[in-house]
């Protein structure tokens, strides 16, 4: 059933798309590289690299779907964010976004609230997130909060800018500790 609301797995990196997971049981894909000495691996080189610190994986609530969409699809972004999930105002109520930071795959590490969201809205959102960060035990809160008007006032790039310099860096402080 699609959903238009909620969008999932938005970014996940076209390198890691190319691991194939039980590939030796399927003679029509490359065999794993992890494969016994029977079957044959993939040469080193045609491996993906993957980068030396894990990306950090986000969920976003937005009321400006675009502006999140573009910031998932920004190329920069693949090598240190996955964005799980963006939630909009359609979607949006404590209880789905409950349901989407705990379904979400690998498992959120922050969230992001747009700078349209409504205080009352953002001040709920934001209980969910601290309730799911304790319970799962992040070691970094992980919320960036857009500047309520951003948008309106700077414009999409300023959105843009912001919210990757914030999550850039959650992203360090989960690596560099």
Not at 8 to 20: M, N, V
Not at 84 to 108: C, M, Y
Request: charged share 20%.
């Amino acid at each position: 059933m699609d959903n238009p609301g909620l969008t999932t797995g938005a970014s996940i990196p076209p390198r890691h798309a190319k691991l194939q997971y039980g590939a030796a049981s399927d003679p029509s894909l490359p065999p794993s590289p992890f494969s016994s000495s029977k079957h044959p691996t993939l040469p080193a080189n045609s491996l993906p690299s993957l980068p030396s610190m894990a990306p950090l994986s986000c969920v976003v609530y937005t009321t400006t779907r675009d502006v999140a969409e573009s910031l998932v699809s920004q190329p920069a972004n693949r090598e240190l964010l996955i964005f799980n999930a963006i939630v909009d105002d359609t979607t949006f109520s404590p209880e789905n976004l409950a349901l989407v930071v705990r379904a979400a795959w690998p498992r959120p590490q922050a969230f992001v609230i747009g700078s349209q969201v409504s205080d009352d809205n953002a001040e709920l959102a934001s209980q969910v997130w601290d309730k799911y960060a304790e319970e799962v035990g992040l070691k970094n809160r992980g919320l960036v909060r857009v500047p309520y008007g951003l948008l309106l006032t700077k414009g999409p790039d300023a959105i843009l800018t912001y919210t990757v310099d914030k999550l850039e860096d959650v992203w360090k402080a989960y690596n560099e500790s």
